[in-house]
């Protein structure tokens, strides 16, 4: 099996931090976990640590402060490149992405794709218990950036992904520029745009139970003000190019 790396950011995930690591070294014994925390005030990093020195393969690295979780998959990403890793993954901490899935985004990566998403939206996938407003967002969200972008994706936005460590580095994922939950979708894109193999596998987005969503009004601004000029300069581009 290839050598893999499951990168998690957390930030006051006090109240999840232990049981995500031990559901995702269950499922994934043979696996290296970084937690990349964000000064968390809570907590969190302090818990992350105990539990690494039970479970062992995990590591806790402590950043000066929160800088978005853009910074935090880059600065994960770094990690993995400069160790040799040959998959990187990213995963939220809060338990709304089940560590099950984990074997089947690695196997994905390993029959051929550059990208695995775990997705909402496709056939099998599916987002319970979320309220009628947050699921239209999510909804036309995904629609806005699929017209716009032309990438094939169903579910730009998701947080859970595999990628094969050489599509990240010729997509320059440290040139990224999205600060928030557009990280995402900028580097789908980017993959896209080289003609990367993209594979969504269908997952169950269930809700936080404990803590508070990181998601905001910002956040939401910034990702579709980037989509919007992406494809905005795509059609000029294409035009130009006539």
């Not at 947080?159 to 010729?170: I, S």
Request: glycine share 10%; hydrophobic share 40%; charged share 25%.
């Amino acid at each position: 099996m290839s050598r893999v790396l499951v990168c998690t950011p957390t930030y006051i995930e006090a109240q999840n931090i232990e049981e995500f690591l031990r559901r995702a070294r269950a499922a994934v014994p043979g696996v290296d976990i970084l937690v990349l925390d964000d000064n968390s005030p809570d907590g969190t990093a302090d818990i992350a640590e105990r539990v690494a020195a039970e479970l062992g393969g995990i590591e806790v690295l402590r950043r000066p402060e929160k800088r978005g979780l853009g910074n935090a998959y880059r600065a994960g990403f770094a990690v993995g490149m400069a160790r040799g890793y040959d998959t990187l993954i990213q995963i939220d901490a809060d338990l709304s992405h089940d560590p099950l899935v984990l074997p089947q985004l690695i196997a994905a990566i390993e029959a051929g794709a550059d990208l695995v998403i775990g997705s909402r939206y496709v056939p099998g996938g599916s987002i319970p218990n979320w309220p009628k407003r947050r699921r239209a967002l999510s909804k036309y969200g995904n629609l806005y950036t699929g017209f716009m972008l032309k990438t094939g994706v169903k579910d730009a936005t998701a947080g859970y992904r595999a990628f094969r460590a050489e599509t990240l580095r010729a997509v320059d994922y440290s040139g990224t520029r999205a600060k928030g939950y557009g990280f995402q979708i900028e580097l789908a894109y980017r993959v896209a745009s080289i003609g990367g193999t993209i594979v969504e596998v269908p997952i169950a987005f269930t809700d936080r139970v404990r803590g508070q969503s990181k998601m905001s009004f910002a956040v939401m601004i910034e990702e579709m003000g980037l989509v919007t000029w992406w494809g905005i300069r795509d059609r000029f581009r294409k035009r130009g190019s006539r």
